[in-house]
């Protein structure tokens, strides 16, 4: 059975850091782009940090760019995003998504997987 399962999410105080976790299984994980994005109530779900098969390639959106880190470790199949200097705005529930063979692409219908989310509150 291929799925995504994102863990770590929480609420913490503007300002405290994060990391999040996402485990794959039934894909060989080494063979797919991984991305973040994140989705607030009422909101279109937008990009957060990608990054290549290798690893060596990660982008970022601006708002997250300096405070967010994304990194993978393919022996483990999981990546990560650690969040740092995190903001109000930053409230949101996070997806992970992998695409087979791809680039790090910042737009969500080039996944083909994406896990069910977890939720990151910052309060003000």
């Known amino acids: 059975q291929v799925q995504l399962v994102e863990s770590g999410g929480g609420l913490v105080q503007a300002g405290g850091s994060l990391r999040l976790s996402c485990a794959a299984s039934?894909?060989?994980?080494?063979?797919?782009?991984t991305g973040w994005f994140r989705q607030a109530p009422g909101k279109k779900r937008d990009f957060v940090a990608s990054i290549s098969m290798s690893g060596r390639n990660t982008y970022y959106a601006d708002s997250v760019k300096g405070r967010f880190t994304i990194s993978r470790d393919n022996g483990k199949n999981t990546v990560y995003l650690q969040m740092n200097s995190l903001k109000f705005e930053d409230t949101a529930a996070y997806y992970c998504?992998?695409?087979?063979?791809?680039?790090?692409?910042?737009?969500?219908?080039?996944?083909?997987?994406w896990g069910q989310g977890t939720q990151v509150t910052v309060s003000s």
């Open positions: 039934g894909l060989t994980f080494s063979t797919y782009a």
């Open positions: 998504a992998a695409d087979q063979h791809g680039l790090g692409s910042g737009t969500p219908n080039r996944y083909e997987l």
